[in-house]
């Protein structure tokens, strides 16, 4: 059974800098996409950025262009989100997510792997 677990989240002030970490069990990543999302109360589940297998392909919304970078290392199964100058809108549920098919895909319906989610709170 595949297992994704989130670590890092955490409540910072505006302009902070937090890494999430996800590290999955039960089955290599090595070709999977691994992509975070994020879902802030009474909203939908929003894409944040995707990385493709090889860590070369990389994708972000356009909220987060230039503020957070995605990386992994398939020797770990695991991947990170470091995410810079934190802003009150960054607050919300971050989700990490493996797209076996796809690559850079941000709609969740073609996620095949969730994790239970890590808290990010951003406040001044």
């Known amino acids: 059974q595949v297992q994704l677990r989130e670590s890092g989240g955490g409540s910072v002030q505006p302009g902070a800098s937090l890494r999430l970490s996800c590290v999955v069990s039960?089955?290599?990543?090595?070709?999977?996409?691994m992509a975070w999302f994020r879902q802030a109360p009474g909203s939908e589940r929003d894409f944040v950025a995707s990385?493709?297998?090889?860590?070369?392909?990389?994708n972000y919304a356009d909220s987060v262009q230039g503020r957070f970078s995605i990386s992994r290392d398939n020797t770990k199964n695991a991947a990170y989100l470091q995410m810079n100058n934190l802003n009150i809108g960054d607050t919300a549920v971050y989700y990490c997510?493996?797209?076996?098919?796809?690559?850079?895909?941000?709609?969740?319906?073609?996620?095949?792997?969730w994790g239970q989610g890590t808290q990010v709170t951003v406040s001044s």
């Open positions: 997510a493996v797209d076996r098919t796809g690559t850079g895909r941000t709609n969740p319906a073609f996620y095949d792997y």
């Open positions: 039960g089955r290599p990543t090595t070709l999977f996409t």
């Open positions: 990385i493709g297998w090889q860590g070369k392909r990389t």
